[in-house]
């Protein structure tokens, strides 16, 4: 299998690290994650090293280090400018679908087909907590501005809250009509991830303990 390929493009929206844009596979393993930005100049790097496809992104908040998700059931950390590998994150038994890094800039989640969310110690490269608890492979992830809670989303049909500090479930909303593509923390600088609930969609987001 040819390694994978990406590149990223670095602007403004990459010191935020929370956002990217997925666009269609153009030939073998190959993913262009594009990034919006406000600056009036970009600068790009080109990644190569997975041995499958590349299904996620993520920049960190002074947008020197990239994460990426792959099919080749790992997570690998890259410098920016001078675009080698930095580490290997070989945690799950399934493809990897989403990676964020925390604000502390020293750790990073991870979360994929093995149904786990997986918090890392990017210094050491080691596992620090695996957290279980969804049935079905998980598709996206979103972390809140405390860099405490998280928010993963799940074909099992529920996104799910996550207190990294307390290593523990913290809500569960779950939708009985469909697969659920992504949770609903949009960006890291917006508040509570817990406030949207129930009660601000009545009978689609049952809420159980």
Same mark, same amino acid.
Request: glycine share 10%; no cysteine; charged share 20%.
């Given at each position: 299998m040819k390694h994978g390929r990406i590149t990223v493009l670095r602007g403004a929206a990459a010191v935020s690290g929370r956002r990217t844009k997925r666009l269609p596979m153009r030939g073998p393993n190959l993913i262009v994650a594009l990034i919006a930005s406000i600056w009036a100049t970009t600068t790009a790097a080109d990644f190569v090293g997975h041995g499958g496809m590349v299904r996620g992104v993520a920049i960190s908040d002074d947008g020197s280090r990239v994460l990426t998700a792959s099919f080749d059931? #790992?997570? !690998? *950390? $890259?410098? /920016?400018?001078?675009?080698?590998? *930095?580490? #290997?994150?070989?945690? &799950?038994?399934? +493809?990897?679908n989403a990676v964020a890094f925390l604000p =502390?800039?020293? &750790?990073?989640?991870?979360?994929? =087909?093995?149904?786990?969310?997986?918090?890392? =110690?990017?210094? !050491?490269?080691?596992?620090? &907590? @695996? /957290?279980?608890?969804h049935t079905a492979k998980i598709? =996206?992830?979103?972390?809140a501005a405390d860099g405490d809670r998280v928010a993963t989303a799940s $074909?099992?049909?529920?996104? !799910?809250? $996550?207190s990294l500090s307390d290593r523990a479930e913290t809500r569960r909303l779950v939708h009985h009509a469909a697969v659920i593509p992504? +949770?609903?923390?949009?960006?890291a600088k917006r508040s509570s991830p817990? #406030? @949207? #609930?129930?009660?601000?969609? +009545?009978? !689609? $987001? +049952?809420?159980?303990?």
């Amino acid at each position: 299998m040819k390694h994978g390929r990406i590149t990223v493009l670095r602007g403004a929206a990459a010191v935020s690290g929370r956002r990217t844009k997925r666009l269609p596979m153009r030939g073998p393993n190959l993913i262009v994650a594009l990034i919006a930005s406000i600056w009036a100049t970009t600068t790009a790097a080109d990644f190569v090293g997975h041995g499958g496809m590349v299904r996620g992104v993520a920049i960190s908040d002074d947008g020197s280090r990239v994460l990426t998700a792959s099919f080749d059931y #790992t997570a !690998r *950390l $890259w410098d /920016f400018g001078s675009q080698t590998e *930095l580490g #290997t994150l070989d945690g &799950h038994v399934g +493809p990897v679908n989403a990676v964020a890094f925390l604000p =502390d800039g020293r &750790h990073a989640l991870s979360a994929g =087909d093995d149904n786990t969310l997986i918090v890392w =110690d990017l210094e !050491r490269g080691s596992v620090v &907590h @695996r /957290f279980r608890g969804h049935t079905a492979k998980i598709a =996206d992830l979103a972390v809140a501005a405390d860099g405490d809670r998280v928010a993963t989303a799940s $074909w099992d049909g529920s996104v !799910r809250l $996550w207190s990294l500090s307390d290593r523990a479930e913290t809500r569960r909303l779950v939708h009985h009509a469909a697969v659920i593509p992504s +949770p609903s923390i949009p960006a890291a600088k917006r508040s509570s991830p817990a #406030t @949207r #609930t129930a009660s601000s969609a +009545p009978g !689609r $987001w +049952p809420t159980e303990s």
